[in-house]
Structures are given as structure tokens and as C-alpha cells.
């Protein structure tokens, strides 16, 4: 049996346990091994499990991952989202669906601090849910706008995404981070017009609220402008040189406890929350990257990855149109996987062929981590959806509808982001 | 029964070891933040970085990481995919989850075994680290540490899955 036909079962078998409900990092490492084995030998696949979870975590880089999970849910759990609601709100409040847009716009500044789409949905739908439905806005488009919002977290800076992404391609993160701003801001300003769009059609969708003085509006800001700057610190950091993603992590993390810490937001008790959370996020995001680089020794073995770039190559068809295939597949796997999941699962099997094709890996970088936000606003898995019907008592169908225009804009920001790789490598060509 | 008394022992033995190390994990994970920004401040401020600061963050990157996963796996956090299984009946679940744990089991101890012996290897070679001169292979330990006690909370969690199978 030929190597490649050895990674392609192996392949198969691996979408069995994940179907059976195996850990994934564990079912990684299962098949790795087991396939390893199978291609070289037995000895040589207990040299790979004795070696490669030391040297896969032994990496600066990882260290980016528990320091921004750590920033993140330090910002979740001491109600910074509040502020940067109240703040957003003050300024679009008045206008027709201005709480939605607030909302977004929130969402958008949460991102900036938390690299997870699931905490800023969970997080700010606590606190824009009831204040939309206080002044009366349309159930569908409140909790549309919280759900589609909450998927800029992996977009924008920090985001988990990007730190897997690079941690597995050896791609630069802090490149990575710069390249995922833009586009965040882009996807922002879409669903603000989604929002616009709609109330512009129907008014009792989200009425507007009172109007709201200069001075008023400017006094809002006072409690955010602590974490923008943080943002602007740790992103400049990045973009200047001055530090790595990892050492942004721990200056993110530490800013984000001394400022609620100064603001009074933080309690002994939601601090030793916020660092069991991260630990334990931690532990459950190495498990899978132990797994992913040994099964990413199998794929190397078995040669499959470079076998399928040919074959990719054979097929004489525009780059493009493999490109929007390999979306496609993306768009249905964030449907079925745990986001996370996805980017390593894939990775080792598909890189190789993009590059091959030659994509820029920045550039798809970004791309795959937007598309894979559609799959948490979309059935059967939209873990978003899940997460604001469990907090909010929602039905289902209520929000799944809601999202519908969401997802419309998301198709049409991809169509962009896509067509316009400048519009994602700007910021990175500057660096 | 004295059985019971054991198997229950042996559970509270298992969950104290895995928040045990969890527990560890936390405290160098907060080292970890506080050593960064100690070493990016000194190093931007006063233009006198610690010389050692990357190679202790890449030990306590090991030390975090492998020592919070059998505390994760207690507390049910590894992700895994749930489409099919959660919709089959109770016996057909526990079958099926038993299967995993096992195959979990396996590569788990594997990895903790390989990890030791890839650490008595390395100490004969003294393989040190560039700055501290620390030597690498305990860490090797503590993977097999992390693995190990991974292990111990899976057959917990099989046996409980295989109690599931057998209730027919």
C-alpha cells in the first residue's frame, strides 16, 4: 500500500472518531500515531509520541495562547462589555435601530480585547438583549444582530484563530493580527448597514431612542478609552516591532487586570474565575495542538498533502475556482466543527496545497478564519445561536431567522474580502 | 462494601492529583504574564532585558499547558464533535464512549511511556538550555506527568461510560 493511500484512510478513520465524539486532539493523535506506524515503524512512532507534545508546546508562540485567553476573559468577567455598550449606544442610540448597531459596534470593540467569537456573543447579549428589548425591538433583529456580531471576535485582533493559524503554518501571527483589522472594521460597518437597511424599510423593527446631547456623548467614552488604549498598545506593540504576539499577550492580560482593577470592576472572586477559565481553555486548546502536530508527522509521511497539491494541479483549473471549493468546504465544516477543531484538522492536509497554488498565506489566513464564521451563525451547529438562545430563553427558529440578512452581508464581505487581498495584506505590507 | 469504599478511593485520588496539577498550571501560567511584561519593560524602559526570559517561558509554556489536562478532562472541557452520538439511545452512547475512552486511554499512556524515555534519553546527552543552563529533560517528566494523570481521568471516565453500556 502506498503512503498516500495510507494518509487518505487515515484521513477517513480520523472523521470517524470525530463523529463517534472523541476529543479531538485526542483522535489526532490516535491516527497520527496509528498511521505513522503503519508508513515508517512501530519504533519510529513511539520516538514521535515521546517527542513532538514536548517540542509542539516548547514554542514562544504558543504562549500567545493561554496570555490572550487570559486577556480575554478578564474583559468578559468584569463588564467592560457594559461600558463599551453604553458608550456605543450614547452615540447611534438615537438613530432607527441604533441599539442593533450599538450592538455591533460593541461587539466590534469586545473583539479588540477577547479572541473568541462564542464569549463575545455570550457577553454581549447579557447586556444588549434587555436593553433592546426594553425600548421594544423586533426579537429577530436584536438577537440577529447579537449573534452575527459576536462572530468578529475571531476577526478582529487577538484572535484565537490567527494564533492556530500561525502556530501550525510557522505563519507570522503579529502579520496575521494586522491583516484581520480591516477586514473587521469592514465586516462592522456591513452589518451596520444590514441594521440601517432594515429599519430604514420598517420602522418597528428598532425604533429610535432619545437624542442625545455633545456632551453627553463625549462623557460616555470615559470609561472605555482606558481599553482602547490597551488595544492600541498592544496592536502597536505588534505592528511596531516592539514586542511579539506573545509578549503583546501578557501585556494585554496584565493591562486589562490592572485597568478593572483601578475601575473598580474587579472582585478577588472574578479574578480567580477569569484564571481558572484560561487555564483550562489552555489545557483544552494544547490538547489539540499536541494532537495536530503528530498527526501533521503522519500527513508528512504519507506524503498525502503534496500528492493532493499535484492533484489539485492536474485538475487545470483557475486557482480561483479551487479556491471558492476549498471556501465552500470551510463554510460547511464551521457548519458541523468547533471552530478551533477546524483550523487544525485542516491545516496539515490543505496548506500545502494553497500555497501551491500560490495563494498568499496571510491572505487565507484571513479568508478561512472569516469563512468559518458563517458556520457559528448557521445550522445545524451555530454555537452562537446556541449560546444566546440558552442565555436568553430564544427559540431557535427566532434567531436562525434573524440572522438571515446578517448572512447576506457576510456573503457579500467574503465576495469582497476575496476579490480584494489588498483590503486584508494593507496593514501587513506597512509593517 | 469494601469494593465501593475502593473504587471510590481511588476516584478521589484521581480528581486530587488532576486539581492538583491543575493547580500548578494556574500559578506558572500568572508567572508567565508577570515574568513577559517584566522582561518587555526592562527591556523597552531601561534597555535591559532578562536574558533568560524566552527560554523560562517556553518551560513554563510545557508546565502549563500538560499539567491543566486531566483537571480539563474532569471537568468535561476537551472539545469534541456531537452530532450523531448524543442523538442515539443511552446504551448505544455509552458503547460508543467507551470505545474512545479506550483508544483515548491508549495514546494517552503511550505518549506519557515515550515521554519518560525520551527523557532518559536526553539526559544522557545533557541537553541544557542555552542561557540558564537548565536541563531540558524534566520537563520531558512533566509531559509524561500531564499525559499520565490524562489517562487516570479517562478510565474514570470510562468506567462511568461503561456502566452506561452495561444497563441495556
Known sequence: MSPEYIGLIGVGFLVVLLFMRMWVGLAMAVLGFLGYAAITSIKNALLVAGSVPYSALANEAVAAVPLFILMGVVVSNTGVSGDLYHAAYKWLGQLRGGLAMSTVVACGGFAAMSGSSAATAATMGKVALPEMKKYNYDEKLSTGAVAAGGTIGILIPPSMGFILYGILTEESIGKLFMAGIIPGILEILFYIAVIFILCRSNATLGPAGPQIGFMEKVAALKYTWAMLVLFLLVMGGIYGGWFTPSEAGAIGAFGAIVISAVSRKMTRENLVTSILEAARTTAMIVLIIAGAFIFMKFMAVSRLPSWLADFVAGLQLPPMVIMLLILLLYIILGMFLDIYAAILLTLPILFPVIVSLGFDPIWYGVVMVRVMEVGLITPPMGLNVFILAGATNTPLGIIFRGIVPFLIADILHIALLVAFPGISLFLVRMM | ?168
Open chain 2, 1 to 168: 462494601m469494601p469494593t465501593m469504599k475502593k473504587t471510590h478511593f481511588i476516584k478521589r485520588t484521581i480528581n486530587s492529583i488532576s486539581r492538583g496539577m491543575g493547580f500548578i498550571a494556574i500559578c506558572i501560567l500568572v508567572a508567565m504574564m508577570i515574568l513577559t511584561v517584566l522582561d518587555v519593560f526592562l527591556r523597552r524602559v531601561f534597555n535591559s532585558p532578562i536574558p533568560f526570559s524566552l527560554e523560562l517561558v517556553e518551560f513554563m509554556m510545557v508546565v502549563t499547558g500538560f499539567l491543566g489536562l486531566a483537571w480539563c478532562a474532569m471537568s468535561g472541557a476537551h472539545i469534541r464533535v456531537d452530532l450523531i452520538v448524543s442523538r442515539m439511545p443511552a446504551r448505544a452512547q455509552g458503547i460508543i464512549d467507551s470505545l474512545c475512552y479506550l483508544a483515548g486511554f491508549g495514546i494517552s499512556a503511550i505518549i506519557a511511556w515515550r515521554s519518560v524515555m525520551e527523557s532518559l534519553a536526553i539526559r544522557k546527552l545533557h541537553t541544557e538550555s542555552t542561557v540558564l543552563g537548565i536541563p531540558i529533560f524534566p520537563f520531558y517528566w512533566v509531559v509524561a506527568a500531564g499525559f499520565a494523570a490524562l489517562a487516570l481521568s479517562i478510565l474514570i471516565l470510562l468506567a462511568r461510560s461503561l456502566k452506561e453500556a452495561a444497563k441495556g
